[in-house]
């Protein structure tokens, strides 16, 4: 299958492009592991940011919220 013709299939079945999707699935990932307490600069890496503040524009972006934010609801329980 050529890379046009999986895309056009990817997007048809998921209603958005694979690396949307990619995308999602990685933040879903760097949640998780946020919520767990894991620093930041180990979640980036883990989801592949090259650097943290790359990681956390994409992930403000996604969640209209800040690491910071996420990580401080944590230290609360």
Do not use: C, N, P
């Not at 999602?24 to 592991?33: D, E, F, G, H, L």
């Not at 894991?38 to 890496?45: G, R, T």
Request: hydrophobic share 40%; no cysteine; proline share 0%.
């Amino acid at each position: 299958m050529s890379r046009t013709r999986y895309s056009q299939l990817f997007t048809s079945i998921a209603g958005i492009t694979a690396t949307q999707y990619l995308t999602w699935w990685r933040m879903q990932i760097a949640y998780a592991k946020l919520k767990q307490r894991h620093s930041i600069q180990e979640v980036a890496q883990l989801v592949r940011y090259q650097s943290d503040a790359a990681f956390s524009r994409a992930f403000k972006k996604d969640f209209d919220e800040t690491v910071g934010a996420v990580r401080r609801k944590q230290s609360l329980y």
